[in-house]
């Protein structure tokens, strides 16, 4: 490769513009600064001396320690308010208000589920349930002494060595004594050490009678038998009514839901006379569907035809009236201890959940339920955690309904009841492919069921984390008041119409503990509509922002740049650019060592303005290059500039002329 001619360069120099040379000479003189400065400590300097924000440049320019670390501290203080106020506003911004409308309107009439408290009619459930309730009176007259047609006298020991059914074979009852874990069999009277967790199912209740009243029953894993959990009840009755419950459940789940639908009450059995918005009403505006725990359940205004019906007038008279036949005589006496109906009242897309939220009717009574209608609307994320269809949650809907929160945590339950246990629980909707739970199929269901509710109610299955609020839901809020019915001086006459009406006999008129009389209606018409609304919206956080930077550091948005660009762009290339310069010396001497050959001089470190990546491309002022000192560091041999008294024109005239003159020497 040939030399460089310096007679080219000094050409090519003589050839460029006067402008360009002035600043390709201040630009070689300057020392660097800015974003091409070599260090950080030149950078932060730099920016010190050119932003906007006061309190950085006084930090430089103040002279004395004293004042410096005044402004120093003003400065950082500053910026821990500006940091404080600005995440107040970010979490202001994500807050919400809550605004309620009331408007006066005709009004939808909702769903009404009524159901009568004793599932099925016991009559028609002997059959199925007569070694079941043969068992639980032999556990009566054990416990307590008493039967049928018998005086009360407590059996003795040899006097319940009968051989025993399956049901106290698998899940005896036992009395606890003292509270140890010695416990003696109901059923055969025989006295054995009990291991496992103790559960009280009645932990709120304390126990002032005889520790002996205590009795529960005990669970095991039928895969190991050491693997088991103590139930026990401070009350007697309590005990009772669970262990039947049990063996209840496992009987009806072995049942088809065909044959349970005709066990169950129709609706020509509940309903006796039915009123709504002063019309005549009868079984056809009623839908009937089952419930796993209440039976034949049936539901007015369901909608299921496309056509809901509506109210335009408040008050008693225009709401719905029905009188019920509960039919006492028929109930199950181990599995209902109260008489009544249950109701609810629900949208059309939801789902009635009788056994959580229902309410209770009386028999021999008028019950009045007024309401008021409320329409709810939450923002989502990232307002709040709720979830606007349900799409968003990893939880099969089972119910075929509109999402809601029970709907997902049943559901869950459910799910995982068929993971962990092999089968589903009688009282919840079946997922697809499973089958109720039941002795011959799943003898280990029963311990399963109770270990996987513990967990449940404890929190540690994770339906609870998993599931999330609906955004948006409706809601009538109830108010019940109850009144005898029907009155003494009417009662006669009521019955036997009635009854009449029933298709009985006049000489076998109703009794008034069959009947209940209910009515639900709006107490008004008037719509509440709560909605969440964003507390703040984009252009007011912003503005809110721009408020506390000016106030604190006299900053704006440019100056937010200026600094995105010095602290995250420019330092950051200053310490690539550094780690470069490093390894590249690094595997220079390397190279160097190897081959033996002595240093080169284009292998120096180039510093400053000699470093070709820090070319600073903005044309610095010419005021500015006179106050700026040279470069201490000593330069790179460089083309020395042009002689400028051989580029001297020489005149071709002797005498210069008159109109060439300058103008000042006239």
Not at 160 to 187: C, M, R, V
Not at 417 to 437: F, N, T
Not at 619 to 626: D, E, G, Q, R, V
Request: hydrophobic share 35%; net charge neutral; aromatic share 10%.
């Amino acid at each position: 490769m040939a030399p460089p001619d310096p007679e080219g360069d000094r050409g090519a120099a003589g050839a460029m513009a006067p402008g360009k040379k002035i600043t390709a000479r201040i630009k070689r003189t300057l020392p660097v600064k800015g974003p091409q400065a070599p260090t950080l400590s030149e950078l932060m300097r730099w920016y010190c001396l050119n932003t906007n924000t006061h309190g950085c440049r006084r930090i430089v320019v103040s002279r004395g320690r004293l004042r410096r670390f005044i402004w120093i501290l003003l400065t950082l203080s500053a910026v821990g308010l500006i940091l404080w106020q600005c995440a107040e506003l970010l979490m202001n911004y994500y807050s919400a208000s809550v605004s309620v409308t009331v408007q006066f309107q005709k009004l939808p009439f909702p769903a009404v589920t009524i159901c009568n408290i004793n599932p099925y009619k016991y009559s028609s459930m002997k059959d199925y349930l007569s070694e079941l309730d043969k068992e639980t009176k032999k556990a009566l007259e054990t416990f307590y002494g008493f039967s049928e047609g018998k005086s009360k006298v407590r059996r003795s020991v040899d006097e319940g060595n009968s051989t025993g059914s399956d049901f106290f074979k698998q899940i005896p009852l036992l009395k606890f004594e003292d509270f140890s874990k010695t416990a003696t069999d109901l059923h055969s009277g025989q006295k054995r050490k009990i291991e496992g967790s103790v559960f009280h199912k009645d932990s709120s209740i304390v126990n002032s009678g005889d520790s002996n009243d205590i009795i529960g029953f005990q669970l095991c894993d039928a895969n190991n038998s050491s693997e088991c959990a103590l139930y026990t009840f401070s009350s007697g009755v309590n005990a009772i009514q669970e262990w039947y419950k049990l063996h209840y459940m496992n009987i009806m789940a072995q049942i088809p839901l065909e044959t349970k639908e005709k066990l169950s009450y129709s609706a020509d059995d509940l309903l006796l006379t039915c009123f709504f918005d002063g019309l005549s009403c009868d079984k056809r505006h009623f839908t009937r569907f089952h419930h796993p725990l209440h039976g034949n359940c049936y539901t007015f205004n369901s909608g299921e035809n496309g056509t809901i019906l509506s109210t335009s007038t408040g008050g008693s008279e225009y709401g719905l009236q029905v009188v019920l036949y509960i039919d006492e005589a028929d109930y199950n006496p181990f599995l209902v201890t109260s008489t009544g109906a249950k109701i609810i009242v629900h949208d059309q897309n939801e789902y009635p959940f009788i056994e959580d939220i229902g309410t209770e009717i009386e028999t021999a009574a008028a019950t009045s339920i007024g309401m008021h209608f409320t329409r709810s609307r939450k923002l989502s994320k990232p307002y709040s955690d709720c979830t606007e269809t349900g799409a968003d949650i990893p939880v099969e809907n089972l119910y075929n309904k509109s999402y809601s929160l029970q709907i997902c945590l049943h559901s869950c339950f459910q799910k995982a009841m068929v993971d962990s246990c092999g089968c589903a629980q009688y009282a919840q909707p079946l997922p697809a492919g499973a089958e109720y739970c039941n002795y011959k199929k799943n003898p280990n269901w029963m311990y399963c069921y109770y270990r996987l509710h513990e967990k449940f109610v404890k929190e540690q299955l994770g339906c609870q984390q998993i599931c999330k609020d609906a955004c948006s839901f409706k809601e009538w809020a109830l108010t019940t008041s109850i009144a005898q019915w029907p009155s003494t001086v009417s009662e006669d006459w009521m019955l036997r119409v009635l009854s009449w009406d029933k298709g009985q006999k006049i000489n076998k008129k109703l009794n008034k503990t069959d009947l209940a009389n209910l009515m639900v209606f709006y107490k008004d018409l008037n719509e509440r509509f709560i909605s969440e609304n964003p507390a703040n919206t984009l252009v007011i956080l912003l503005s809110n922002f721009g408020g506390q930077l000016g106030l604190w550091m006299s900053c704006s948005v440019v100056c937010v740049i200026e600094i995105v660009e010095v602290f995250f762009i420019d330092s950051l290339s200053i310490v690539m650019r550094r780690q470069w310069q490093k390894a590249k010396k690094w595997w220079n001497d390397r190279k160097r060592d190897r081959s033996g050959k002595p240093p080169q001089a284009g292998d120096l470190e180039r510093h400053g303005h000699d470093n070709p990546v820090c070319i600073d491309e903005d044309l610095p002022t010419f005021n500015t290059a006179l106050r700026l000192p040279l470069p201490q560091d000593n330069p790179l041999p460089r083309t020395p500039p042009p002689n400028y008294s051989t580029l001297r024109l020489e005149t071709a005239f002797t005498e210069q002329l008159p109109d060439t003159l300058e103008v000042g020497q006239h």
